[in-house]
């Protein structure tokens, strides 16, 4: 079975049922299962028809649209290989991903028209029915012209390609991650299983589709529920879509949390329709955690993978986060998951032992596309090392501390950035932090940290700093707080601790 067929066998169990709505200034609509499986259907045959061997790349750059959702669907329908080629990236990588990759077709919208350079590919372009002047052809006349037609169903293995997707790079040059049918398959079977999707749940698309939000899209599918899409997402318009669309599952990184919890109207907004509102792509900060559960309808969880082993290795539920001293853990192995922590010599450790986090499973990717040598030092005797620190406890809930490259060791004694982070983010005029080494001649490291602050925060370096060696051993307590009015952050929204320290190691 492939990952598609979730969507297929819905739509043949509940054609009338709406597999999407849209709600932007623009446009108000409802597609059903049977009209969204008859459009897939017929651009996968003219995917087919511009290049009608299997398992080659596709390219998809836009943002989040109903076209964009349309070509991803139809990428798997007509067998090919899906590259995400995320617009908020800049040109020279995704030129760099396009090299890599070569894929024979790209798919992009209007707003995405100047995103990358030139290219060999089919260029297969449309928005909102306006007509790309660069486009080969348009996707809308394509689905006229193939309606009513059904692609070819090839030859496959659980081993063939589904995607490639390209690390954040946040431990350094990002690497092409093959994802294979079988990790797809595992990870709706683990999405279904940890957070029990049903048909009612509608799925806001706030996150970019090329990260996060794209692994729920399936599984909401396979049980009939609805996808939602919103204009653009700011943190206020996020909210007022899960008010007026009725959101019951949202996926969003800390940092848009983060925001959220900063507008005016986080008070006032009805946000009761919500069951899973669920934090991925980097940990969110213990303290926000219990501030933050009852203002979300108590439905905040989080999941913990990476590309190599998308999204949902480890899980938390609502229930679960709903105990304090769960705050800081990201939850329990999910069902087609394996979870060690070992030692630098490749040992397994026990219970309550910090060591790095080590995965196996049928999530764990094939490999890094054409880097045998990195695939080797990364998966070792069926283990996949994370490159993160942490431990796992008696309860078998996990915490990650951080990555093994950002511990900070000073004067001979090792400090977790997320400790640290943990602690200054209870500062009521902090918004955002991020906590780095830095050299240093009498300790070989001290421990910086930059934040943003609130509107109306008052307090100075010093305070901070203060306020940290009241909590925690002056040993962790950072020498320097920079205040930043933004921090850096990635492509989607996660802060970066190794340009924060690059940027402030000059300062």
Known sequence: MLPIDNFFRAAAQ????????????????????????????AL???????????????GICAYNSFEHLLGW???????????????????????????????????????CDEKFGLVSAHLLGGKDGKKVQRATSDMMELITVNKGKVPVRYPNTAED??????????????????QTYRVFNSCITSMLVAFGFESSDRHLLAAPMTHGANTMILPIFAVGGTQLLMGQPSPAAILDAIEKMRATTIFVPPTVCYMMLEEDRINDVNLTSLRHFIIGGATIRPDVVGRAMPIFNHAME??????????????????????????????????????????????????????EIVLAGDLVMKGYYKMPDQTAE???????????????????????????????????????PNDVEAVLGQHPDVIECVVFGLPDDKWGESVHAAVELSKTADSDEAALIAFVKSRLDSV?????????????RSPVGKVLRREAKIKYAKS
């Not at 390609?161 to 093959?178: C, R």
């Not at 990364?378 to 990555?403: N, Q, S």
Request: positive net charge.
């Open 44 to 58: 996968a045959v003219a995917l087919q028809k511009i290049d009608p061997s299997p398992q080659t790349c596709v």
């Open 161 to 178: 390609l589904q995607a490639i997707k390209f690390t954040g790079g946040s431990s350094g040059t990002p690497k092409g991650v093959m």
């Open 302 to 355: 989080t999941c913990f993978g990476q590309t190599e082993v998308p999204q949902i290795a480890i899980c938390m539920r609502a229930r679960d986060w709903q105990d304090p001293k769960n705050y800081a853990s990201t939850g329990r192995a999910t069902c087609m998951t394996k979870i060690g922590i070992m030692d630098g010599a490749g040992n397994l450790l026990p219970p309550g032992h910090d060591g």
């Open 14 to 41: 509940w054609p009338d049922r709406p597999a999407v709505e849209i709600s932007t200034q623009k446009e108000q609509r409802k597609i059903s299962y049977q009209d969204l499986a008859n459009q897939v259907n």
């Open 73 to 111: 669907l139809a990428t798997f329908a007509a067998g090919k290989v899906w590259v995400p080629l995320n617009p908020r990236n800049g040109r020279s990588e995704l030129d760099r991903i396009i090299k890599i990759t070569a894929p024979s077709i790209i798919i992009f919208d209007a707003d």
């Open 378 to 416: 990364t998966i070792v005797d069926g283990w996949l090392h994370t490159g993160d620190v942490g431990l796992i406890d008696d309860r078998g809930f996990v915490f990650v501390k951080d990555r093994i490259r950002d511990v900070v060791i000073t004067g001979g004694f090792n400090v977790y």
């Open 476 to 488: 962790k307590a950072p020498k320097r707080i920079h205040i930043s009015d933004y921090l850096p």
